[in-house]
């Protein structure tokens, strides 16, 4: 029979491999093309869909685990929505809405949840501790920064075309990173946690940096 409880984990695996192949699509094809945006929109609709079932799996049974995995995909998701939500502001005048300021609000939360869990199992010297630590910095350094920003309403030229890219780049990278932990079992646990961030996070920088160049050589 089947359980409302195993029905979701189903279909929150389905969505993170359509996630997956999605998100690789909308980083191949031409940035701003038809393909891109579809690609994009799958992408965000799969992963609202695989952090909302995470959720609904901690609150079906909420353990140890699934309280970290509910906080990941706040983290996850946060970083995708965010990067969508910043092609609503391209314009200076361009205001965050209540939604911006909710979704950043609560990622601080999720970062302090992590930072107190990575505090907790590093005095119990797990080394998993340190994968807590990671995620809970970056989530709370995010957090901070969007409320900032949000406050200041401060904003460069093609600001939100570098935050759409760094966030959405960032959310593949959590996505790249859920697909590891569960299938890359040859890898020392804290690697399989973060080398999609050890590799994800220099690989967007250096588009942002053809990024400007190439808006540089045409004068944008």
């Known amino acids: ?52 079932s995470a959720l609904l799996l901690f609150a079906l049974a909420p353990t140890p685990d699934r309280q970290f995995l509910a906080l990941i995909a706040v983290f996850s998701f946060y970083f995708v929505f965010s990067g969508y939500r910043v092609l609503s502001r391209k314009r200076p005048a361009d205001e965050p809405a209540a939604l911006d300021w909710a979704a950043a609000g609560l990622l601080c939360l999720a ?60 959310g593949y990278i959590a996505t790249v990173t859920a697909f590891s932990t569960v299938n890359f079992l040859f890898l020392p646990t804290v690697l399989r946690w973060l080398w999609p961030t050890l590799v994800g996070t220099p690989a967007i920088f250096l588009a942002i940096r053809r990024y400007e160049k190439r808006f540089g050589a045409a004068g944008g």
């Open 111 to 170: 970062g302090l949840g992590l930072l107190a869990m990575g505090g907790f199992e590093l005095r119990g010297e797990s080394s998993f501790g340190t994968v807590l630590v990671v995620f809970g910095a970056i989530s709370a350094v995010f957090g901070v920064r969007d409320l900032r920003e949000f406050r200041t309403g401060e904003s460069e030229p093609r600001a939100w075309f570098y935050e759409h890219l760094t966030r959405m780049g960032a």
């Open 1 to 52: 029979m089947v359980t409302i409880e195993s029905a979701t984990l189903g279909a929150h695996i389905a969505a993170g491999f359509l996630a997956l192949f999605a998100g690789l699509g909308a980083i191949l094809t031409e940035k701003g093309g038809r393909r891109h945006r579809r690609f994009g929109r799958v992408y965000v609709g799969s992963m609202a869909f695989v952090s909302g």
